[in-house]
Nanobody, 126 residues
Framework: EVSCRRLGGGLVQAGGSLRLSCAAS????????MGWFRQAPGKDREFVSA????????YYADSVKGRFTISRDNAKNTVYLQMNSLKPEDTAVYYC???????????????????WGQGTQVTVSS
């Protein structure tokens, strides 16, 4: 079983940076994929980024490529989402998620993740 505990979030001006963290626990990290999703008011939850624990392959939504970076710390069992050049449209509740044995095509879809952390609000002011 995997659980996610998120840290970070807050209020920042446009162009600023924030870092989100998600600590995972469990015993099956080799096949673990961890992802970040976000949900703005009145909108569906959308994929932001994901990383495979084994090998470190990373995936990004087009809207955040070049601005966000996902990484992992194996020793701390933690995934980070570094968010730079933030825009007001990045304002949302951000969620970390995890699952095991995911195929590539399933990674961007929230319904394929079984384990979720609590959301954290990210607000970018203009």
């Amino acid at each position: 079983e995997v659980s996610c505990r998120r840290l970070g979030g807050g209020l920042v001006q446009a162009g600023g940076s924030l870092r989100l963290s998600c600590a995972a626990s469990g015993r099956t990290f080799r096949s673990l994929t961890m992802g970040w999703f976000r949900q703005a008011p009145g909108k569906d939850r959308e994929f932001v980024s994901a990383i495979r624990w084994s090998g470190g392959s990373t995936y990004y939504a087009d809207s955040v490529k070049g601005r966000f970076t996902i990484s992992r710390d194996n020793a701390k069992n933690t995934v980070y989402l570094q968010m730079n050049s933030l825009k007001p449209e990045d304002t949302a509740v951000y969620y970390c998620a995890a699952d095991l044995g995911m195929i590539l095509s399933s990674i961007p879809y929230s319904e394929n993740y079984d384990y979720w952390g609590q959301g954290t609000q990210v607000t970018v002011s203009s």
